[in-house]
């Protein structure tokens, strides 16, 4: 039997860019989640049977567009509280990286849709964002 070689969670950077020139990218601290999903959106087409036009036709599909999204939760860190805030604040679309070890790296504009904080008596305060894509997710080499 072959075990799987696995990446652990420090290998799995979403890296909010500065919007300076260079570009400076930093991992916020305190999401102790993170999903990365792209997705199509797909138009479908019922293909009809030429032989037996009463036979149940198959669809076909063709993608139309191409999305982008990143979800991720954990607590409030000080550390980064302000990058969330100032972006959420700006309604501006920042660039984000997202890394996977050393095997990929993804970078897209972006747009913070969600940033929620709730508390619960006895726990720390938590956070969810949800980023999506505002435009091209464009594969890049890594350093």
Known sequence: MAIATTYPFSKFLVKVGDGASPEVFTDPCGLTTKGFTRSANLNDT????????????WLGRD????????????????????????????GETRNVRIELNTEAA???????????????????VQMAVNIVSDGAVVPVAIP
């Open 63 to 90: 993608v139309v567009s191409y999305q982008g999204q990143i979800a991720g939760s954990g607590v409030v860190a000080q550390e980064s509280f302000a990058t969330w805030e100032d972006w959420w604040n700006a």
């Open 106 to 124: 993804w970078i897209m504009p972006a747009k913070l849709q969600e940033f929620a904080i709730t508390a619960e008596r006895g726990n720390k």
């Open 46 to 57: 019922n293909i009809p049977d030429c032989d037996d036009p009463d036979a149940p036709s």
